[in-house]
């Protein structure tokens, strides 16, 4: 690191007009990161009346949680020596119905990990606990994110 901060800017815009009351303006608006070319096409939840085939502010707290885990795990294994050929997370967040404020209370992470190569299964969940504390994400939120892994080992 070169001792600066690191700044990372969006850009969200929406157009439409909310004159009809809150059930008839649309959702839907762009979100976007520059210099990436890449942009998202985003919604609020459905319960909100949010189109359910766009994702929602909700759904990208969840994943960004999830993959930086992911990024932050391999990053620890390979310093490790240790050879990860395959990381899938089927992640959720979960929104209590009532609570005051509202808020995501535990993102539950699920990490199938398949590793190759002779490591020991306490030492790769080891690092994985250790990926976790080291996850810019989970560090920058207060709510609770769980992860229960799962390895498989392969020759």
Known sequence: MS??????????????????????????????????????DLTSDPVYRGDPNLLNPEQLLVLAASSCQ???????????????????????????????????????????ITVRGA?????VAHLCEVAHKECFIANSVTTEIVMTPTFTFVE
């Open 3 to 40: 001792g600066h901060d690191h700044t990372f800017t969006v850009t969200c815009a929406w157009t439409g007009s909310t004159g009809d009351g809150y059930d008839a303006y649309d959702r839907s608006h762009r979100g976007a990161a520059p210099p990436a070319i890449a942009a998202l």
């Open 70 to 112: 992911l990024l932050s795990f391999l990053a620890v294994a390979a310093r490790a020596r240790i050879d990860v050929v395959s990381y899938t997370d089927d992640a959720d967040g979960v929104m209590p119905e009532n609570p005051r404020p509202m808020r995501i209370t535990r993102i539950n992470l699920r990490p199938q």
């Open 119 to 123: 490591a020991a299964e306490e030492r």
